[in-house]
């Protein structure tokens, strides 16, 4: 089973900068669509941003202008650059990948990364 393994959370202060990543561990032939969601404590899991495979990309409203999702498709990884960070930033980052095509040929849809919890406060 494709495996999905965060890192680059942590306190920050407002207006400050992380950067996330997130790398496939198993040998993956294709990876169509990577995200990143984040979950606030008491609120739904919420789309951050994706990219596809041809490099197109989304957007939350909240953090157009400040985030920037990028990925290295030869290294099955995805980052967010996030910066000028707010309080209310402050989640656990969840790395999303669907339709991944192993170098076996088996086909996964809809992994899910553990978390990494990113926390804005001065």
């Known amino acids: 089973q494709v495996q999905l393994v965060e890192s680059g959370g942590g306190l920050v202060q407002p207006g400050g900068s992380l950067r996330l990543s997130c790398v496939a561990s198993?040998?993956?032939?294709?990876?169509?669509?990577m995200d990143w969601y984040r979950q606030a404590p008491g609120k739904e899991r919420e789309l951050v941003a994706g990219?596809?495979?041809?490099?197109?990309?989304n957007y939350a409203d909240s953090v157009k202008g400040r985030f920037t999702i990028s990925r290295d498709n030869a290294k099955n990884t995805v980052f967010l650059q996030m910066t000028s960070l707010k309080p209310e930033d402050t989640a656990v980052y969840y790395c999303?990948?669907?339709?991944?095509?192993?170098?076996?040929?088996?086909?996964?849809?809809?992994?899910w990364g553990q978390g990494t919890q990113v926390t804005v406060s001065s």
């Open positions: 999303h990948a669907d339709r991944v095509t192993t170098v076996a040929g088996t086909i996964e849809y809809d992994c």
């Open positions: 198993r040998s993956i032939f294709r990876i169509n669509a």
């Open positions: 990219i596809h495979i041809g490099g197109s990309t």
